[in-house]
């Protein structure tokens, strides 16, 4: 790409390079982040920019992308995304000399509208919880309405993860399925995400039950059950792939006899039954207190750890 004169370097090309040798050259992406970019690029910037000579691009050019992702539906997230692909990239284009000026400039994106999240009543969480009793993976679903961990988080933590003594959880990376790779543990969202969970009475004493069955299990099945020692795994030892937790959640709600939502409306219903915005915040791993605001209503563990408990004491 370096060697090419710019009247024969294309926009679609030239984002596409700044992904594969500039971006991924400089920090290692997330799977799933790269795969958001690779999107952009191919189902927004290629089909609207992407025969455009990088020379000959222009602000309105980039307006009209824009426009026409808001006119198709596209969320402002999706935007967000698509503009943090082709800005970067025509940074670079002026660094290497292909552009004398980048014409991505205040290009507005549409306003952001907030729609209203969905929560789960403490009715609802205690008839879930209920039936959760019932489930082999019963912890999981507990440590998801009460605790909020992402689907990732709680499906990626392994018993190193884990202080049976303190009753503490460290929240370190995330298990999602990767494209050419299958099942693979990641690193988290930002760096507030890496966290501690201090785990309130109940939830200490299903972890140790559960730390016990693992033991028995290995013992009666094989010493190379569960090899990677994962928390939540299938009866074969293996980890629970996120499309079959769904698919559990889903059969949970109709156990329930609760109305469905989505896996994502356990995390935020537990954030909006802790003591205060603050500990929230910190118990998510949210990258700032501004996130949390947006949905929900520096804290010691001990105080986290209180609120927790009193939390479990409803539904337990």
Known sequence: MA??????????????????VIKQGKVTLAPKTYVGYKAAIDNWIRPSLGRIKIQHLTRQQIIELFALAASKGASRSLQVQIRAVIKPALDEAVINGYISQSPFIRIPLTRKTK???????????????????NHPNSLRWHLGLIYGPRQGECLGLQWSDVDLESGLVTISKQLQRVTGKGLALVPLKTSKAYRSLPLADSARQMVNALHAAHITARNVHDPKWNPHEFLFVTPNGTPIDPANDRKHWVSLLESANVEYKSIHTARRTAGTMVANINTASKMLGHSSIQVTADYYAGIPLDEMRNSLKSVEDIFI
């Not at 060697?3 to 594969?20: H, S, T």
């Open 115 to 133: 729609a209203n999240p969905k929560f789960f009543t403490k009715s609802e969480v205690a008839e879930i919880l209920k039936a959760a009793n």
């Open 3 to 20: 060697q090419l004169p710019a009247n024969m370097i294309f926009v679609g090309d030239y984002c596409q390079y700044w992904l594969d």
